[in-house]
């Protein structure tokens, strides 16, 4: 799946305004059940990015980038009717679909999360 330059892309269900993050930041707290962004839920604690998951980023071999669903839309606009949160492989002509709204909401922890990141770049 090598091909030119290539990074992988994490698009967060989630607006990157400081207004929506402070509103975000409560409803993980409030209301996690009804949160919408499950990978954001994975990812982020109270208190920031999860060591674990910071660990596991710096530990990739292909660069790695991430995104709010406004940033996304504005730089990938043929993609916006993709259901979000998702994982993209994108070089300097194209965009793939690496991981799914559907298998990001079914993920319950960081080491499941690893794990399918892991099995689709293989």
Do not use: R
């Not at 607006?15 to 509103?23: A, K, R, Y």
């Amino acid at each position: 799946m090598k091909t030119e330059k290539q990074q992988l892309i994490f698009v967060y269900n989630a607006d990157s305004s400081l207004f929506s993050q402070v509103i975000d930041y409560a409803h993980k707290i409030l209301s996690p059940g009804t949160y919408e962004c499950n990978l954001c839920k994975l990812t982020y604690g109270n208190l920031g990015v999860k060591k674990e998951w910071k660990s596991y980023i710096q530990s990739l071999k292909i660069p790695v980038i991430f995104l709010h669903k406004d940033e996304f839309s504005k730089k990938y606009p043929k993609l916006t009717s993709t259901e979000l949160p998702a994982v993209f492989l994108a070089n300097s002509t194209k965009e793939t679909q690496l991981i799914t709204a559907a298998e990001l909401n079914s993920v319950k922890s960081i080491k499941e999360l690893t794990v399918l990141v892991d099995s689709k770049l293989e």
